[in-house]
């Protein structure tokens, strides 16, 4: 039998594809007029009629044996001038949604499919049309479905709480069971919810809290003291606090130099300076210092590796305080480390119009790898200390 007629298998296969595509379970859902639905079938041609008579019998008796459960084959007579007069599959089809599943052995999970989907109907039925476009992930969802939905009739009864999400009070269901379904729970709350209970700015797995309108863990900010005469100094300590943001927004210091540092024991290390404090940053993003207003009245220093990604936490961080100078990520710094260059992964080529032109000559040098062919870094802790120390000086004096 030659590979280019249609077997039985190729039929189911078929239809298969349709379940894989979630057109059949969509079909439970909101029939769309499937059914019934034609098959292709590839046949013997003429010549291969009187060439291979004998396959050709053979293949049309294992498609009538192979399709018998599920779909319906129309016989076309063919008359031919060596082999007269025969029958030969010339049609298949699939007549109705429980044939199509009976030929490809998904009933089981239909019925599973249906008992989700009655549920959904009865409890929750703007989240429809999600099971429409999702049968399969709602399908491979079964175990928790119920508790899904729970949670999403919960948020209706409370919308925007403000709690944390260990204070969910269901039966059955912790904060680690909301956490790791945010993916799917945010689909099905952003169809079930109003909008004013949406908080359309917050998107993604990491701003769930905030969409929805629960407390999130407050972000921290942790800040050392470098002037032993400033009020907040404890002798004999390193004057190291974390406050969270909002404390740290309120802080308002009489401090008018604030460093910022990418490197926790750079941050610990950094050297006593008058009328000055250091952050430990954030790396990209500086949520938790934007919303300090006073910070736009002090004079910002950022200390960052000279490499691609340095500069653009740099340009980021111009995004929300302008003011902002880099500290120690000059090309003379570079060349006098020339012995600690390493290679830096990953680099970014993207523009960064908030750099200065110093700033720009040196990440571009960096990013078309004019200084050597591969990717150049200079780590922020590899820079001696007494160059950190002369600076901080230079600085403050």
């Known amino acids: 039998m030659t590979s280019t007629w249609t077997t039985a298998a190729d039929l189911r296969a078929q239809v298969l594809r349709r379940w894989d595509k979630g057109e059949l379970l969509a079909e439970l859902v909101v029939p769309v007029d499937l059914f019934p639905l034609r098959l292709?079938?590839?046949?013997?041609?003429s010549s291969e009629l009187s060439e291979r008579f004998d396959a050709v019998r053979a293949w049309a008796a294992?498609?009538?044996q192979g399709s018998r459960a599920g779909c319906r084959l129309m016989m076309r007579e063919v008359r031919h001038r060596v082999i007269g007069q025969n029958s030969l599959p010339g049609e298949a089809w699939v007549?109705?949604?429980?044939?199509a599943l009976r030929l490809i052995g998904k009933a089981r999970d239909a019925r599973a499919f249906q008992t989700l989907l009655a549920a959904t109907r009865q409890q929750q039925p703007t989240l429809l049309p999600w099971l429409q476009r999702q049968p399969l992930r709602t399908?491979?969802?079964a175990d928790v479905w119920p508790k899904l939905l729970d949670v999403v009739a919960w948020l209706q009864a409370h919308p925007r709480p403000g709690v944390y999400l260990r204070q969910v009070d269901l039966s059955g269901i912790h904060s680690k069971f909301i956490e790791a379904q945010r993916g799917v729970l945010a689909e099905l709350l952003d169809l079930a919810l109003p909008a004013e209970a949406i908080d359309a700015a917050a998107s993604g797995a990491a701003q769930f809290a905030r969409r929805y309108g629960f407390r999130d863990k407050p972000a921290r900010v942790r800040l050392r003291f470098l002037d032993p005469d400033h009020q907040?100094?404890?002798p004999c300590t390193d004057a190291d606090y974390t406050l969270s943001q909002e404390a740290f927004a309120k802080l308002a210091p009489a401090a008018r130099r604030v460093f910022i540092t990418e490197n926790e024991?750079?941050?610990?290390?950094?050297?006593?300076a008058a009328d000055s404090l250091v952050v430990f940053g954030a790396g990209y993003g500086f949520d938790a210092l934007a919303?300090?207003?006073w910070l736009q009245q002090r004079a910002l220093h950022y200390w960052g590796d000279i490499d691609t990604h340095g500069f653009a936490i740099l340009d980021q961080l111009r995004a929300h305080f302008p003011q902002a100078q880099s500290f120690l990520m000059d090309r003379d710094t570079l060349f006098a480390h020339q012995a600690q260059w390493t290679e830096e992964p990953q680099p970014t080529q993207r523009d960064l119009p908030r750099l200065n032109e110093d700033e720009r000559r040196l990440y571009d040098d960096l990013r078309w790898r004019r200084l050597r062919d591969e990717p150049l870094r200079l780590e922020q802790e590899r820079i001696a200390f007494g160059c950190v120390e002369r600076a901080v000086a230079a600085l403050v004096s």
């Open 62 to 64: 294992e498609l009538q």
């Open 40 to 45: 292709s079938l590839r046949a013997p041609s």
């Open 139 to 141: 399908l491979a969802l």
């Open 232 to 234: 907040a100094w404890v």
């Open 95 to 99: 007549d109705t949604l429980d044939d």
């Open 291 to 293: 919303q300090a207003a």
């Open 265 to 272: 024991i750079n941050f610990l290390a950094f050297p006593p």
